[in-house]
């Protein structure tokens, strides 16, 4: 399948800072991205849709403002967590939709997470 | 609202017996279904994909799907301690963005 590299895998910050995830598609081009989190022993809760060139779709309940994603081009896409507090902390998670040749389908391929914590 | 419903188990079952993993959806117009394992602290894994009725089969795993009664479900043959994880059910309406609803998983332990 296709690979999706997500940067870093873990981050520690004081509270108050701002932390950078990346998600970047190795081998084929990914016109949406889409970023989730996901508390202890919850299910993945999609956060926004990101769109190359243009502004992410948040779902409702999401601070636009605090978790600001910039996709600007068609193999990287950045989720900045601003102002960081404990409550934030948890395991991000992005995800790009690409074509799986042995599969013969397009499939939603996951990058490897981000485990946020904030102190 | 779409939701997707599945026991959380958690799931035990012994080593080398079938392990079954079930999951509803109420969305009707649902196109696409996948089952995903999720080690703890790692990111979900596709396992398999299913976009028709009926049953698919990939080596040790079987995706069974009846869109009738809006239902899919996972086999495990011959389970194996490596198996044990959470399982996220998901599906997707095929409307062009690819946004997956996803379920809140099925913990399954193989236990030795």
């Known amino acids: 399948g296709a690979v999706v590299s997500q940067h870093p895998s873990r981050v520690i910050c004081k509270s108050g800072t701002s932390v950078k995830i990346e998600c970047r598609s190795l081998?084929?081009?990914?016109?949406?991205m889409f970023w989730y989190r996901q508390f202890p022993k919850k299910s993945l809760m999609l956060m926004a849709t990101?769109?190359?060139?243009?502004?992410?779709?948040?779902e409702q309940g999401v601070e636009k403002d605090k978790f600001l994603i910039n996709h600007a081009s068609l193999t990287l896409s950045t989720l900045t967590v601003t102002s960081a507090h404990p409550e934030d902390s948890s395991f991000y998670i992005c995800?790009?939709?690409?074509?799986?040749?042995?599969?013969?389908?397009?499939?939603?391929?996951f990058g490897q997470g981000t485990r946020l914590t904030v102190v | 609202q779409k939701e997707v419903e599945q026991n959380s188990g958690p799931l035990s079952v012994p080593e080398g017996a079938i392990a079954s993993l079930n999951c509803t959806y109420s969305?009707?117009?649902?196109?696409?279904f996948f089952w995903y394992r999720q080690y703890s602290g790692k990111s979900p894994e596709l396992i398999m994909s299913?976009?028709?009725?009926g049953d698919k089969e990939d080596g040790r795993f079987t995706a069974q799907l009846n869109k009738a009664s809006q239902y899919v479900s996972l086999l495990i043959r011959d389970s194996q301690p490596s198996d044990s994880a959470t399982y996220l059910c998901?599906?997707?309406?095929?409307?062009?963005?690819?946004?997956?609803?996803f379920g809140k998983g099925t913990k399954l332990s193989v236990i030795p």
């Open positions: 998901a599906f997707h309406s095929g409307a062009g963005s690819y946004q997956l609803t």
């Open positions: 995800s790009a939709r690409g074509f799986d040749a042995g599969q013969g389908n397009t499939e939603a391929f």
């Open positions: 299913i976009y028709s009725n």
């Open positions: 969305d009707r117009v649902s196109q696409s």
């Open positions: 081998d084929f081009q990914a016109t949406t």
């Open positions: 990101s769109n190359e060139g243009s502004k992410a779709t948040y």
